[in-house]
């Protein structure tokens, strides 16, 4: 496994943008996929967006297309997730995972502590 700390959350008014970063421990981390996950009070944790090892599969959920967007810098350890054209809907703790292979299975088994990301109307 890997540990994995993400930073960049915050409150910001609904149109407005934030970066969050995850930064990852281990020598490995460019063997990892990576995804960002997300839970607002009351619903199930749902993937946001997730990314492959070399960074060439890319997936993103309906909700976020074009306003989200995920990178990695394996020679960094960290991959980012820069949000744009916020939405109230958008609130949540956000979450980032790590697992060996596709970042479109589900069952990742490496997460952060989250960050909070709140989006006032």
């Known amino acids: 496994q890997v540990q994995l700390v993400e930073s960049g959350g915050g409150l910001v008014q609904a149109g407005g943008s934030l970066r969050l970063s995850c930064a990852a421990s281990?020598?490995?981390?460019?063997?990892?996929?990576m995804g960002w996950f997300r839970q607002a009070p009351g619903k199930e944790r749902e993937l946001v967006t997730a990314?492959?090892?070399?960074?060439?599969?890319?997936y993103y959920a309906n909700s976020v297309k074009g306003r989200f967007t995920i990178s990695r810098d394996n020679a960094k350890n960290t991959v980012y997730l820069q949000m744009n054209s916020l939405k109230p809907e958008d609130t949540a703790v956000y979450y980032c995972?790590?697992?060996?292979?596709?970042?479109?299975?589900?069952?990742?088994?490496?997460w952060g502590q989250g960050t909070q990301v709140t989006v006032s109307s």
């Open positions: 281990g020598r490995t981390f460019s063997s990892y996929a």
């Open positions: 995972a790590a697992r060996v292979g596709s970042p479109l299975a589900r069952d990742y088994d490496s």
């Open positions: 990314i492959n090892w070399r960074g060439d599969t890319i």
